[in-house]
């Protein structure tokens, strides 16, 4: 697998991202995410019928412990997207993804069962007598 981030990722997906990464799933392509983890609650209404949202949940992981807030995840492999590729339609984070999925496709190719081990619908046969 190979997975797509950018500054844009924040909150799930600063979290998504570096779950990613720690677990080992492939490699992370794109820019830094964001760093914003910490997740509000919107529970006070004021007296005007607005809200007030309070800082309040927050996440620390097994490497870098709380320090995804205020950084992000770097990505394994930089790709930005340039100003002139946005307008040319041209997506390189998307081209190096399929370029690293389709390298890592030839290292580890897709498992592929035996047809012949497959089970049997049929009523099996007793044993004779």
Do not use: C
Not at 80 to 91: E, F, M
Request: glycine fraction near 10%; proline fraction near 10%; aromatic fraction near 8%.
């Amino acid at each position: 697998m190979v997975a797509i981030t950018n500054e844009w990722a924040g909150s799930d997906g600063d979290i998504f991202s570096h779950t990613f990464k720690l677990l080992g799933l492939g490699p992370l392509i794109g820019t830094r995410t964001w760093g914003g983890v910490i997740g509000i609650w919107p529970r006070h209404q004021l007296a005007d019928g607005t809200v007030t949202t309070q800082p309040e949940f927050s996440f620390a992981f097994d490497d870098v412990g709380w320090r995804v807030e205020n950084y992000g995840t770097d990505p394994d492999i930089e790709v930005d997207i340039t100003p002139q590729d946005y307008a040319r339609g041209v997506d390189t984070q998307l081209d190096k993804a399929i370029e690293v999925a389709l390298e890592r496709l030839l290292l580890h190719p897709p498992h592929t069962p035996d047809p012949a081990d497959r089970p049997r619908l049929t009523v099996p046969r007793l044993p004779p007598r």
